[in-house]
């Protein structure tokens, strides 16, 4: 399967994405201690296994969407004596494991029963290598690399987060960061033209009678009540746009500022108060810009570098990951 999906296959990349989704956010909660954390890890994991089988199942025409209201053993062992199945040589991995997580999911979601803290790990690492295996050998499709960014229209944005992307796979956090960091404010440009005013990118410059009448010291004055004014303006569009405010600030803390060069190169500056170099905040940060973008292009805004010279961003972006 290609890297952007096609009409036919979008259905499906949809619930494979929200598979892996809810996977990383039950993996988020099992990483924590408290009973609660780990009632949502046990049904994140559980949801997120059940939505592949379900997916195989339509994939491989064992059942329609309207015959899927069936238990979780049966699932098990369609799939296992399908046809289609077994013409191609496969097996469902861990079928035993499969079933001591349904038994707990239902023990958690029945019983109120909290799970172990020493088997967090080993349910966090299982759902990890299921996910992994049936991905790859039902649907040939690498797990590591399927995101929401199959989803992102514009191609540099696209390439910035595709490449956030592969620097979590390769444990680059800090690089990692600044990447979904530098396509979050490239495809945040693009809100300016939904402001009531059209809204002014005076980051990039100060007009040229400043620059000629006024002093250094007034023109540096100026440029930054500007750019005052810019940010604000596009805090009140990013929160109008559905972002919480909490969560807002949370990407705040844990990036660089990113300002873009007249030539459409991120210039970054890294804040005192945060190191933004582990892997927790790496990931967050990642979901966090990728499904923002993804929501503002749902929403009609179509994210896209309007305001920058895509030429520069490519060539920075380059180096970068080099």
């Not at 069936?70 to 991995?93: H, R």
């Not at 797990?143 to 191609?155: E, M, N, Q």
């Not at 994210?303 to 060539?315: F, N, Q, S, W, Y």
């Amino acid at each position: 399967m290609t890297d952007t999906p096609t009409a036919l296959d979008q259905a499906l990349v949809r619930r494979l994405v929200l598979a892996k989704q809810l996977y990383l956010h039950g993996r988020t909660h099992s990483l924590l201690i408290s009973p609660l954390d780990k009632m949502i890890a046990v049904h994140n994991f559980h949801n997120a296994l059940e939505i592949v089988l379900r997916s195989i199942m339509l994939s491989y025409n064992i059942r329609t969407e309207k015959q899927l209201n069936i238990e979780f053993e049966t699932m098990l062992n369609d799939i296992s004596n399908a046809k289609a199945v077994k013409d191609k040589g496969l097996q469902l991995p861990y079928r035993q494991e499969l079933r001591n997580l349904n038994l707990l999911r239902n023990m958690v979601q029945h019983h109120g029963i909290e799970p172990e803290t020493s088997t967090m790990e080993d349910w966090r690492v299982f759902s990890s290598q299921f996910l992994k295996r049936t991905y790859l050998d039902f649907f040939d499709i690498q797990f590591d690399r399927l995101s929401t960014i199959a989803f992102v229209k514009d191609p540099d944005i696209k390439d910035l987060l595709q490449a956030a992307q592969d620097q979590i796979n390769q444990e680059s956090w800090i690089k990692a960061t600044v990447l979904s960091k530098v396509a979050f404010e490239a495809a945040s440009s693009a809100l300016y033209h939904f402001l009531p005013s059209e809204g002014t990118n005076s980051s990039f410059f100060v007009t040229a009678s400043l620059r000629h009448d006024e002093s250094p010291s007034m023109q540096n004055a100026i440029e930054s009540i500007y750019n005052r004014i810019r940010e604000s303006e596009l805090f009140s569009a990013v929160v109008s746009s559905g972002v919480a405010v909490a969560d807002y600030k949370r990407l705040e803390k844990s990036t660089p500022h990113v300002m873009f060069t007249i030539g459409g190169k991120p210039a970054l500056q890294a804040r005192t108060t945060s190191a933004f170099d582990d892997e927790e905040s790496a990931r967050w940060v990642f979901e966090f810009c990728s499904t923002t973008i993804l929501n503002w292009q749902s929403m009609g805004m179509e994210p896209t570098l309007t305001l920058l010279h895509p030429e520069g961003l490519r060539a920075w972006l380059k180096e970068f990951v080099a």
